[in-house]
Each structure stands twice: as structure tokens, then as C-alpha cells.
């Protein structure tokens, strides 16, 4: 993925196994074991993934990647493989395979280590999830997607996006018996900033997928008290209005959503 594509997954997605750089204490046994373990309980792999797309894809494009690929498996791990590891993944995003562009994406943040790196890998994997319509494949990309997230988190706390991120990652497939986990780190995100437009929107969007418009309503107020212009309050108060039958409300937020989206 090129600079300009990553930052647009980015923006587009905002939702949209830990590790500690640098401060890691378990040995190199212990990692691989935990790895492997790790790996032979998931139902799918990378290699399955892209065996299936593979021959989804028409020649031309099959041609395209395989050469990239020939082209990495050539390059030193340096900023050339990191370009080349790029463009695979912008090239199997726009082929409509957002699992394999987040698995190129992850690769690229496993050689710079940079918390947009993890930001834009953790991204990928959740435009996936939210795609996808195989459980198996979300649930590997949910996997990678919270993982991504919580990289991007150890390498800078205070940024909320990562943990807004992180939040709808497990609200939008939970692991089995965590299935309140998403709802609960956005409530706290909450507590500890109840003025944040980012956090209010979000409550408001988990709101709106379980019926509970009312409450919905209230968050929604709240942020477009704090921030009048914000696109998504607006929009999503629009959709809140239709809901509630109230035609007069909902018109007015559809047309300063669409006046603000044109912006």
C-alpha cells in the first residue's frame, strides 16, 4: 500500500498478542511455543487465504502479485522490502482481499515498528472483519486486528483512536466469553473523558446496532453540544431520528450530514 492508501484506510475506518518492544522477559523457547500454539488453534491460515484469492483474482492481477512477491523474496529487509511489501497490500486491498492486505500490512509494522505502521495493519485487519461473511476469516483477521491495536497502544498510551480501535475490535467479534469486553473499554474510554466526540460517537454506533436509540440519542446530543461540525454526530443523529420516527429531525441532520461530507 502505497503512503496515500494507507492513510486512506485509515480515515476511512476510524472505528472504524500483546508486545512489548524492547521490554520483552520470556525467552526465545517460550515465544515460539506460544506461537505455535497459538497458530494450531486457528481454522485458517495466511496460505489458505491466499490460495482461495489467489484463484479469485484474474490472471493479469495473479501476474502482477507473483511478481512483487519474486521481487521480496530478493530484497533485503530494508525500505525496499518495506515498498514492496506495500504495495502488495494496497494491490490485494484493491483487489477486494482486505485479510491478505492486512497480513502485508502486519508485515510492514513487524519491520518498522511504528505506531502508525500498527495503526494501519490493525485497520486493515478490521475493514476485514467487518467484510468478511465466513466467520473463520473474521475471526482470524478479528485476532490480528486486536493485536495490531494493542501494539500501536504500547507504543504510545495516550493516543484514544488505538483505543477506540481496540474497543470496536472486540465489540464487532468478540472472543467466545468476552462478549461485553468492546462495550466496557469504550464505557471506561468514557468515565475517564466524558467530553471525547470520538468515544460519544462510538457508544452511540453500538447503541444504534442494539436497538437502544434512546440511549443512543443522549450520547449523540452530548457530542454535537461539544462539537456542532462533527460529521459522524451528525449523520448518525440522522439515522438515530429515522428510527425514533421523526421525520422532521432526521431530515435536518441528513441535510448538515451531507452538507458537511461535501465539505
Known sequence: MTKLQFTAVFSAALLLFVMYFGCDTKTKDIQRSEKSRALSSEK????????????????????????????????????????????????????????????????????TNSEESWSIAG????????????????????????????????????NVVHK?????????????????????MLLELNREQPENVLV?????????????????????????????ENVSSNCLLATVYEALKKPAEAQQYLEKCRALQAR
Open 44 to 111: 485458517t491460515d495466511i496460505n489458505l487465504l491466499l490460495r482461495d484469492a489467489r484463484s479469485a483474482i484474474s490472471e493479469a492481477q495473479n501476474t502482477f502479485v507473483l511478481t512483487l512477491e519474486e521481487e521480496l523474496e530478493k530484497t533485503s529487509p530494508d525500505s525496499s522490502k518495506v515498498s514492496l511489501l506495500k504495495q502488495l497490500s494496497g494491490k490485494w486491498y484493491e483487489f477486494g482481499h482486505p485479510a491478505i492486505a492486512g497480513h502485508y500490512a502486519q508485515n510492514v509494522a513487524e519491520l
Open 123 to 158: 485497520t486493515t485487519f478490521a475493514i476485514c472483519v467487518q467484510d468478511a461473511k465466513d466467520d473463520i476469516i473474521r475471526e482470524f483477521c478479528s485476532k490480528r486486528a486486536i493485536a495490531a491495536f494493542e501494539n500501536a497502544i504500547s507504543l504510545n498510551p495516550e
Open 164 to 184: 477506540v480501535n481496540l474497543a470496536l475490535s472486540y465489540a464487532e467479534f468478540p472472543p467466545a466469553g468476552q462478549e461485553m469486553k468492546g462495550p466496557m
Open 200 to 228: 460519544l460517537n462510538s457508544l452511540a454506533r453500538l447503541a444504534i446496532k442494539t436497538g437502544q436509540f434512546d440511549r443512543a440519542l443522549a450520547r449523540l446530543e452530548k457530542a454535537i453540544a461539544t462539537e456542532p
